[in-house]
T-cell receptor
Framework: DAGVTQSPTHLIKTRGQHVTLRCSPI?????VSWYQQVLGQGPQFIFQYYEKEERGRGNFPDRFSARQFPNYSSELNVNALLLGDSALYLCASSAGTLNTEAFFGQGTRLTVV | KQEVTQIPAALSVPEGENLVLNCSFTDSAIYNLQWFRQDPGKGLTSLLLIQSSQREQTSGRLNASLDKSSGRSTLYIAASQPGDSATYLC???????????FGTGTKLQVIP
């Protein structure tokens, strides 16, 4: 089975632009979460979706939004990009119950110039 | 608010040594704790998951323990190898589902 897949792997955007990042969870997993990891720090929780509904939101501005599709894949959207949005964006999937293991994708490296 | 701390921030050891990485958290009401490995510029690889009702988990040369009441977990790596060089992150789940709080990581270098 394929693991968690994210696309694109790398992306360069200009300040003020919009970006969409994509994530496909492991087959059968219904929960997808998004994290932002700035260089030298641990990942920070952005969103969690389960069964296509938002179940959790971290401390990020409204410029960040996400959605989950009927096939459980997910998109993370960031509007009006700032230099500080440059980071590795990670997607994690799990079966969805409280005590299941989280599996991460390889991430999307976003650079804002 | 859950806060997770990992000590030390960096560690350099000769090959073959046994070592311990530490993780502490402020809110003991956790569902589980997970240890990850991250290679430079890459995603996270899950190493061990410990449920809140468990005391330890083992996988190969890795052993993780959990003391929920004191807010501590340790990751023990036996007979370290150069291939173990990476950043090790612990993460605790509180508040349900996938709301996970990560530590800042321990960067491990194993010298041949």
């Amino acid at each position: 089975d394929a693991g968690v897949t994210q696309s694109p792997t790398h992306l360069i955007k200009t300040r003020g632009q919009h970006v969409t990042l994509r994530c496909s969870p492991i087959s059968g997993h219904k929960s997808v979460s998004w994290y932002q990891q700035v260089l030298g720090q641990g990942p920070q929780f952005i969103f969690q979706y389960y069964e296509k509904e938002e179940r959790g939101r971290g401390n990020f501005p409204d410029r960040f939004s996400a959605r989950q599709f009927p096939n459980y894949s997910s998109e993370l959207n960031v509007n009006a990009l700032l230099l500080g949005d440059s980071a590795l964006y990670l997607c994690a999937s799990s079966a969805g119950t409280l005590n299941t293991e989280a599996f991460f994708g390889q991430g999307t490296r976003l650079t804002v110039v | 608010k859950q806060e997770v701390t990992q000590i030390p921030a960096a560690l350099s050891v000769p090959e073959g040594e046994n070592l311990v990485l530490n993780c502490s958290f402020t809110d003991s009401a956790i569902y589980n704790l997970q240890w990850f490995r991250q290679d430079p510029g890459k995603g996270l690889t899950s190493l061990l998951l410990i449920q809140s009702s468990q005391r330890e988990q083992t996988s190969g040369r890795l052993n993780a323990s959990l003391d929920k009441s004191s807010g501590r977990s340790t990751l023990y790596i036996a007979a370290s190898q150069p291939g173990d060089s990476a950043t090790y992150l612990c993460a605790v789940r509180t508040g349900g589902y996938q709301k996970v709080t990560f530590g800042t990581g321990t960067k491990l270098q194993v010298i041949p």
